[in-house]
């Protein structure tokens, strides 16, 4: 099957998982931007290609096409959905439509079908300039969250509580929407006061089946930044949210694939933030899987290629991640984990002694500040956490502020 994705070491980091599951089952040919290095293990070709590049993707796909047989397309970058689509409907593969995965990465156009379809949401409206913002803020009121709509990885998004707040809040905000794809625009979203959380769902023939939860840890408001994550294979709460995922994934259109569906909880009542068509990014379907053993890359391979995904669950357990960020901006100079723990599941740095963290708050985001992160696991929700918490405790992390 045909794989479309980044390269380098954020990707082997946070995404070798999922090539080394895939690869597992099928024989992988590759689309990246660089020559692969850590990925020649798991592929049997490859094309060097931006998949920005509308042409030079189809290039580099039918050049694989001519000396493979392909039977599927598959992407867990979230920039490429759109673009994995097109080349495989050019290919002739099975794939959601283009124009499904244009709706499921522009959260305007997603809010529009969540609201005709009767999926609880957060109020939005789009602002194309400050003017706009402060009087769909009006509308809604305040506090309210400004964020790109066409992005990801939490990039952008910022909280405002007051009109004082606002022209600062949306050039954060026009920042980190200028690089979007599908749209350019600022959202102004009412803002949904509740847990965070995110359901991990495979769709296959039009039929989602919520896997499992992931509750969510965010650092200091007015960001987003994800800092922990845990997702428990017995967690009651996935049989109340599960209908609300699957009935926000079908407004989309989307009948094939694995999704990451985010919502909040307020008053304790489920309401979509948006759907993300693909395995969820922080290693959260490796958790999946240690949590349930539920493979969720490959279930998402078997979608592609038009095979049924096998999600029986093999073990009942919990695993948590920690992401490693600085308390602030400056240059890594000592990361280490002192001691050695049995159920430490793997900590991974992906930055190096030397290296400058900028965090959002001094004109940064996640790639620019995050330093790596463990996984812990345990029998519940409660153990997998406590040994996060006590692995991370003995992390060694200095930084020399700017």
């Known amino acids: 099957m045909l794989v479309v994705t980044t390269s380098g070491p954020e990707a082997q980091a946070y995404r070798g998982y999922c090539l080394e599951s895939v690869a597992a089952s099928y024989d992988v040919v590759l689309i990246t931007l660089d020559e692969p290095t850590w990925e020649r293990e798991f592929i049997s070709d490859f094309e060097i290609a931006d998949p920005d590049d509308a042409e030079a993707l189809a290039q580099a796909g039918q050049a694989l096409a001519d000396r493979h047989q392909l039977v599927g397309a598959a992407t867990w970058t979230e920039w490429y959905l759109t673009q994995t689509a097109r080349l495989a409907r050019r290919l002739g593969l099975p794939t959601n ?25 957060a109020s939005s409206m789009t602002a194309r300039t400050l003017l706009e913002a402060a009087l769909a803020a009006e509308t809604i009121g305040y506090p309210i969250v400004l964020k790109p709509a066409a992005r990801a990885a939490s990039i952008g998004v910022i909280r405002v509580d007051s009109a004082e707040e606002l022209p600062a809040g949306f050039e954060f905000a026009s920042a980190g929407a200028r690089d979007g794809i599908e749209s350019t625009r600022v959202l102004v979203e009412e803002f949904l006061d509740g847990p965070e959380v995110s359901v991990e769902c495979v769709t296959y023939r039009g039929h989602t089946t919520a896997v499992a939860i992931t509750r969510k840890t965010l650092g200091d408001p007015p960001f987003f930044e994800e800092v922990a994550h845990c997702v428990d294979a017995a967690d009651p709460l996935l049989a109340q949210v599960a209908p609300v995922a699957a009935a926000a994934v079908k407004a989309l259109g989307i009948t094939d694939g694995v999704q990451h569906v985010e919502m909040r909880l307020v008053n304790g009542l489920p309401r979509l933030i948006e759907v993300n068509g693909r395995v969820g990014g922080d290693m959260i379907g490796h958790l999946v899987r240690l949590a349930t053993g539920v493979d969720l890359p490959r279930a998402a391979a078997d979608a592609a290629c038009g095979q049924a995904p096998d999600l029986t669950p093999t073990h009942s357990r919990a695993a948590a991640i920690r992401l490693v960020y600085p308390t602030y901006s400056g240059t890594l100079t000592e990361r280490r984990l002192d001691g050695n723990f049995p159920w430490l599941e793997r900590v991974s740095f992906q930055r190096e002694v030397g290296d400058r963290l900028v965090l959002p708050q001094d004109g940064g985001d996640m790639y620019t500040a995050r330093i790596g992160y463990l996984i812990t696991t345990g029998a519940s929700a409660a153990e997998a956490q406590t040994r996060c918490t006590e692995a991370y405790r003995h992390l060694a992390v200095q930084v020399t502020p700017a």
């Open 97 to 121: 439509s283009p124009e499904v995965m244009e709706r499921a990465r522009n959260k305007a156009t997603a809010r529009t079908l969540f609201a005709r379809h009767g999926v609880p949401s």
